[in-house]
């Protein structure tokens, strides 16, 4: 199978939507189909990379149900796609930053049998690190270019 016929759904943290966008582009560019969160392609489409505009429940929890929305959409991308690469870049302070949803989407991956790939190398001081690793996490090093299954 080449690569033109492989999807690879990108999760990350809202921060890192602007990074997300430029990976797809190079995974594209590398002959893969790259998925990104419906959030993300909004951003890209419209160079708005502010994510306190899109994240309206923490001022209205009547709003949650958007956040939902996203979290199934995604889930489903990954069911339908046949790898998984998480962008683990740097935010509060934390290199190769990890959060709840990013592990979610992960186990999501792991549980349906996928590849699971994440862009920088997990420290052991991330909080979730031994369940990272213990999917059986193909580490790129930093580079997207080591993508390859």
Do not use: R
Request: aromatic letters at 10%.
């Amino acid at each position: 199978m080449s690569n033109s016929h492989k999807t690879i759904v990108i999760c990350s943290s809202a921060n890192f939507y602007e990074h997300v966008g430029q990976l797809a582009d190079q995974l594209e560019a590398m002959g893969y189909q790259a998925v990104m969160p419906l959030n993300a392609v909004k951003m890209k489409a419209s160079g708005d990379y502010d994510v306190a505009k899109t994240k309206t429940w923490y001022d209205n929890p009547a709003d949650f149900h958007k956040k939902q929305s996203y979290m199934d959409a995604h889930f489903k991308e990954i069911a339908d796609g046949d790898a998984v690469l998480l962008v683990n870049d740097t935010k509060h302070g934390v290199e190769g930053y990890i959060g709840p949803n990013g592990l979610m989407e992960m186990a999501v991956g792991y549980y349906l049998k996928k590849p699971i790939f994440i862009l920088h190398d997990v420290a052991k001081e991330v909080g979730c690190y031994e369940e990272v690793m213990g999917m059986g996490t193909i580490q790129l090093h930093g580079d997207i270019e080591n993508l390859k299954f």
